[in-house]
């Protein structure tokens, strides 16, 4: 299998125009897929969309383990509709490395995607699971938490940070 490099900002890539996945997906698309799910997991992820490893396509893996779901693809997302409740929460990037800022988004969210077998899927919902669907679309829209975040509450962050902040996790 080969290996999946991360995009970092500010590469291009993660700015440029991502493309709807021809549905159903090829055999090409489903191997980026398994690609991407052990990318996702290796790189310590919640979430990676396919722009952060170079691929400007509508697609993104989304791995909760705090909600013991194993890693799953969303397929050209949409989010349908969002809640006018908003939450502020820290949230850091895989392609942003070390960096944490709080975000205000709204606490609800409905989404829309397809699954890997072709499958439209509608999905209401919040707290992190919410947040995390969020931040990927964003990516896929070409918008980084750099955009949104409130930059007074940026901070740094080392290795003994991250142990014991073990719930903060990068997307
Ligand atoms: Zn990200």
Same mark, same amino acid.
């Given at each position: 299998?080969p ?5 970092f ?16 997906a ?17 790189f310590? *992820?919640?979430?990676?969309?396919a722009?952060?490893? *170079? ?28 809640s ?7 949230? *850091? ?49 070409q ?7 409130d ?11 991250k142990?014991?902040?073990?719930a903060?996790r990068?997307?």
């Open positions: 299998m290996r999946l490099k991360l995009t900002d500010p590469d291009p890539l993660l700015r440029k125009k991502n493309q709807d996945v021809v549905l159903p090829d055999a090409k698309i489903r191997q980026l897929i398994d690609q991407m799910k052990f990318a996702c997991k290796k310590k *992820g919640i979430g990676l969309a722009p952060q490893i *170079g691929r400007n396509l509508n697609l993104a893996i989304i791995n909760l383990e705090p909600y013991d779901l194993p890693p799953f693809s969303i397929i050209n997302p949409r989010i349908l509709k969002t006018s409740q908003t939450e502020n929460v820290e949230e *850091g990037c895989l392609s942003i490395p070390n960096l944490f800022g709080l975000i205000s988004r709204p606490a609800e969210i409905k989404v829309e995607f397809y699954n890997e077998d072709n499958k439209k899927i509608v999905m209401d919902l919040d707290g992190l699971a919410a947040r995390v669907f969020q931040h990927e679309i964003d990516h896929l829209n918008t980084l938490i750099k955009d949104k975040w930059q007074n509450t940026v901070h740094k962050v080392d290795e003994a940070w142990k014991a902040n073990r903060r990068k997307v």
